[in-house]
């Protein structure tokens, strides 16, 4: 293998550790948030709405900045792949996803015509903003007023 192809192996192997150590850091935060807002909603006095919104604020801008720093590794691994180690069709690593590409194929036969897919991280992509999704949702119904047709028993 070239060392051009070698040195973006190592580069690329530490930027996925550190993409997935982000995620599962990301995940664990969110936990806790969601654990906090609904430990606030019982706080006496009105004060636990004012505090489940700040959570879910907090919660949305800690969502939106690790989607910004999650999308630039992951332009970075994605060029290393489709630059260096996707580009030569004997290297290993291209072998390696050609062989997960097939094994997917092999399990959904529905798959088989379908051209080799790019690699990417959708799924990456996606997370951060579901969990928006969540927390706009979650500050919207602990609003009072908000939750007109959501009240059980009147």
């Known amino acids: 293998m ?3 192809q070698v040195f973006a192996w190592e580069i690329h ?23 906090a807002f609904f430990v ?8 636990g709405l004012s505090y489940q919104l700040c959570i ?10 690790c989607w910004r720093m999650n999308r630039r ?4 691994v994605l060029h290393l792949k489709r630059t260096y180690l996707l580009s030569d069709p004997d ?3 291209t072998g390696y996803y050609r062989a997960l590409d097939h ?3 092999s399990v959904r036969p529905w798959m088989k015509n379908v051209p080799m897919a790019d690699p990417n991280y959708d799924k990456l992509n996606v997370l951060p903003w579901l969990f928006v999704v969540l927390w706009l949702m979650l500050c919207a119904l ?8 959501f009240s059980v028993g009147a």
């Open 2 to 4: 070239p060392p051009e």
């Open 13 to 35: 192997k530490d930027a996925d550790a550190l993409l997935h150590h982000r995620i599962n850091a990301m995940l664990i935060m969110e936990s806790i948030f969601v654990a």
């Open 40 to 47: 606030v909603a019982d706080l006496e006095g009105g004060k």
């Open 56 to 65: 879910g604020a907090v919660a949305i801008l800690v969502s939106l900045y």
């Open 73 to 76: 590794l992951i332009f970075g």
């Open 91 to 93: 290297s290993p690593y």
């Open 103 to 105: 094994h997917i194929r």
């Open 142 to 149: 602990s609003v009072p007023d908000w939750r007109i047709g």
